[in-house]
């Protein structure tokens, strides 16, 4: 979320309590036992951040003791100006964080049997249900349970009839086996 309507002292409190929410959520999945922590989509409220910004978000980021999988969303799309194509970005991002930047399988690290896939936006507009292509991978094999990450709006909840990036209800509850 952009805060551009705020006075700058507020905008400097709502950048840090991002950071602080950050945190917070690391130290809940360690509290809780999670195995790993997805984050659907807009980790960054725009590509063109400011690189302190980005070091910040790395250092919050280390808090995590868990494996941590990032899907761009449509305001941090893989596009050519990606931060996550930035040597901020690149240099610093810790060995724990995975980013999701391809439809592929992503076995959880230290969670046997458990898999991730997501379709990562690509611009800040897409023409596709994000679900669409992971779907097309097929059913997860042996005993793997899978789960799948979107960025977007789900169709029955969207205020648009027919927005081209809606996440089709129907063919999620069809499944993989589709």
């Known amino acids: 979320m952009q805060a551009h309507f705020l006075p700058d002292e507020a905008r400097a409190r709502f950048a840090q309590d991002r950071f602080a929410a950050v945190e917070r959520i690391a130290k809940v999945a360690a509290d809780e036992g999670c195995g ?15 690189r302190g910004v980005v070091a910040k978000a ?3 980021l280390r ?3 868990v494996p941590v999988y990032l899907l761009p969303g449509n ?4 596009d050519p100006s990606s931060v996550y194509f ?19 399988v992503v076995s959880v690290a230290g969670s046997p049997g458990i898999e991730v896939v997501g379709d990562p936006w690509r611009t800040k507009s897409r ?12 059913s997860p094999t ?18 648009e ?11 999620l509850r069809r499944g993989f086996s589709a």
Not at 86 to 104: M, N, S
Not at 142 to 159: C, N, Q, T
């Open 127 to 138: 023409l596709t249900d994000p679900t669409t292509a992971c779907l097309q991978l097929g």
């Open 161 to 171: 009839d027919d927005g081209p990036s809606q996440i089709d209800s129907d063919a």
């Open 75 to 78: 305001h941090d799309p893989l």
């Open 58 to 60: 790395v250092d919050a």
């Open 36 to 50: 790993f922590v997805v984050v659907v989509g807009d980790v960054f409220d725009s590509n063109h951040v400011d």
């Open 86 to 104: 930035d040597d901020a970005w690149i240099a610093h991002r810790p060995a724990h964080v995975t980013l999701i930047d391809e439809v592929e």
């Open 63 to 65: 808090a995590f003791t």
């Open 142 to 159: 042996g005993d793997a349970l899978r789960v799948m990450v979107a960025h977007g709006v789900v169709d029955h909840l969207s205020p």
